[in-house]
């Protein structure tokens, strides 16, 4: 299949594998790169920059085919070493980067001097325009459906990505609630050039996280998600969980009381330590972990390229078979 995503990214097939913390290392991103799709290493898993250049020296051993690496820009604090992490990603010989979080309009000049292409990850359309302003190279539109941080707006992908066709001259993908090759027919049809899928591919069998979790996955329906920290503004759809669960009595008890909930008073359930007890020793009430509302669409564990493959397939049926058929 041939899109602007698959010319603009060198691929063969318009699927992307999103940046996901402690999922996303050599060996998913190199599973989906050689299953014809866009695999990608997340640089903040990585303690440090010269970490994060090894795993992606790690990633050329079991790949000859394009990969990327998202970085994440944090409103934090303790400010990451960016500017090391992108030396990392340069010398590494890294072309591609999927950007989010914070406007990474500082750091592009760098990134393009080097050739690299950006593709940033966006919950509106109007962030999607300013990406494209500053001069990103394509978008990865997010739906209301995903994992992890979905924005305050609320806009599903039904209406959002055929706003984003109306608007923007750049290519994009879709992104939350895609599992299959229904998922990328729709996409395509409202206007994406392929689609990003992140909870997806945590069920395979190369994600390198605790079986627990891919059978959780497997398990849950549509209806097993929940949205944390709306009371301050910092969205995150997530698997039901007792720990889910804990932070949205924190958040309704604030509440009540006529408090603002901050930070701190939450920090235990929702922090990456406690994240991480959850995808590596499948401890899964120990933290809230993010899950799109698509793992009512998850229904077995495949490998990469027989996930792939099968997407294609479906795809290609619907395309020629089904809706070529409905025009007779």
């Not at 990585?46 to 250049?53: H, K, M, N, R």
């Not at 994992?147 to 609320?154: K, R």
């Not at 729709?186 to 591919?201: V, W």
């Not at 039901?240 to 920090?267: C, K, M, P, Y």
């Amino acid at each position: 299949m041939k899109t602007r995503i698959t010319e603009l990214f060198g691929i063969e097939r318009p699927l992307i594998q999103g940046g996901m913390h402690y999922v996303g290392y050599a060996e998913l991103a190199s599973a989906v790169s050689n299953a014809g799709g866009l695999g990608i290493i997340t640089a903040l898993t990585q303690p440090t920059p010269a970490d994060l250049a090894k795993e992606i020296a790690r990633c050329h051993k079991m790949t000859d085919k394009p990969f990327g690496v998202n970085l994440t820009f944090l409103p934090s604090f303790s400010t990451p070493p960016y500017p090391e992490y992108i030396d990392a990603i340069i010398e590494g010989g890294v072309k591609i980067v999927e950007t989010a979080g914070r406007n990474p309009v500082e750091h592009l000049p760098r990134l393009k001097e080097a050739g690299v292409k950006v593709i940033h990850k966006c919950t509106s359309v109007r962030h999607a325009l300013k990406a494209e302003a500053i001069g990103c190279d394509a978008v990865s539109v997010d739906g209301f459906e995903c994992g992890g941080h979905p924005g305050e707006d609320d806009i599903p992908n039904m209406i959002l990505l055929p706003r984003a066709a109306e608007e923007l001259t750049i290519p994009f993908v879709s992104s939350g609630g895609m599992a299959d090759g229904r998922s990328l027919v729709a996409s395509l049809a409202l206007g994406a050039e392929g689609m990003n899928m992140g909870t997806r591919f945590i069920a395979t069998k190369e994600a390198p996280v605790h079986e627990n979790v891919k059978r959780t996955l497997v398990a849950a329906s549509e209806l097993d998600t929940r949205l944390i920290m709306r009371s301050i503004r910092n969205t995150e759809r997530v698997i039901s969980n007792e720990a889910a669960e804990e932070v949205l009595r924190i958040e309704r008890a604030r509440f009540d009381a006529g408090e603002q909930v901050q930070i701190d008073d939450i920090r235990h359930l929702v922090a990456g330590t406690e994240n991480l007890k959850v995808l590596k020793e499948g401890k899964m009430d120990a933290g809230a972990w993010s899950c799109g509302m698509v793992a009512g669409l998850i229904h077995d564990i495949p490998t990469c390229q027989e996930l792939l493959d099968r997407i294609m397939a479906e795809a290609e049926a619907l395309i020629k078979e089904r809706l070529a058929g409905m025009l007779g």
